[in-house]
């Protein structure tokens, strides 16, 4: 069996460090580590085997989990159909949603939405966030929301309107209320 790791050194370095204490850069040298018969053991400058660790050898990577999105794009809602669809499968899943109803013309909007979709990878798949752009949807939709400034980030649970967040003032005080409020209601 051949073992994948970032080096063959890293790997023995640590397991001889813990198992017994050695340093294996202090006068050792370091070349081959291969799993097999039981063991785990190191080909050692000369070629001689040295067995290092017996028994099962679990490996794993050393980097991080690269399963979990980082930033998770938000989705558009268009028009009432969508916001209705949206809110009817939220209810049906008892999940939160999130709304940010920003305009393409608003800075503080566009500042924040790549920070609404890093914190969309924090809290998927409990939350899902999607943004409203007020201009390009019927004012029916900015009435329902009861939109007068933006960003207004609103949270919605059960179908229903439960808290919002309207950004106006610094981005990282934004985030740590929008934070507070998913918390709160979750």
């Given at each position: 069996?051949?073992?994948?790791?970032?080096?063959?050194?890293?790997?023995?370095?640590?397991?001889?460090?813990?198992?017994?204490?050695?340093?294996?850069?202090?006068?050792?040298?370091?070349?081959?580590?291969s799993v097999?018969?039981?063991?785990?053991?190191?080909?050692?400058?000369?070629?001689?085997?040295?067995?290092?660790?017996?028994?099962?050898?679990?490996?794993?990577?050393?980097?991080?989990?690269?399963?979990?999105?980082?930033?998770?794009?938000?989705?558009?809602?268009?028009?009432?159909?969508?916001?209705?669809?949206?809110?009817?499968?939220?209810?049906?899943?008892s999940q939160?949603?999130?709304?940010?109803?920003?305009?393409?013309?608003?800075?503080?909007?566009?500042?924040?939405?790549?920070?609404?979709?890093?914190?969309?990878?924090?809290?998927?798949?409990?939350?899902?966030?999607?943004?409203?752009?007020?201009?390009?949807?019927?004012?029916?939709?900015?009435?329902?929301?009861?939109?007068?400034?933006?960003?207004?980030?609103?949270?919605?649970?059960?179908?229903?309107?439960?808290?919002?967040?309207?950004?106006?003032?610094?981005?990282?005080?934004?985030?740590?209320?929008?934070?507070?409020?998913?918390?709160?209601?979750?």
């Amino acid at each position: 069996m051949a073992a994948l790791g970032p080096s063959s050194c890293l790997l023995y370095r640590e397991l001889c460090y813990r198992e017994q204490g050695i340093h294996p850069f202090n006068g050792g040298g370091c070349s081959l580590v291969s799993v097999g018969g039981g063991g785990l053991y190191s080909w050692q400058p000369g070629g001689s085997r040295k067995r290092m660790w017996g028994g099962e050898v679990k490996m794993r990577g050393f980097w991080q989990n690269v399963s979990r999105p980082t930033s998770i794009e938000m989705e558009a809602i268009n028009g009432m159909e969508d916001l209705d669809r949206i809110l009817a499968l939220s209810k049906e899943l008892s999940q939160a949603i999130v709304i940010d109803w920003m305009a393409a013309w608003c800075r503080k909007c566009i500042y924040l939405k790549p920070k609404l979709e890093k914190l969309a990878a924090e809290y998927h798949p409990r939350v899902k966030f999607y943004f409203v752009d007020v201009n390009k949807v019927p004012q029916a939709l900015v009435k329902r929301g009861n939109i007068s400034k933006m960003p207004t980030i609103q949270l919605w649970k059960d179908g229903e309107w439960k808290a919002e967040v309207i950004g106006g003032h610094k981005a990282w005080l934004v985030m740590d209320e929008v934070r507070e409020m998913i918390q709160k209601h979750l």
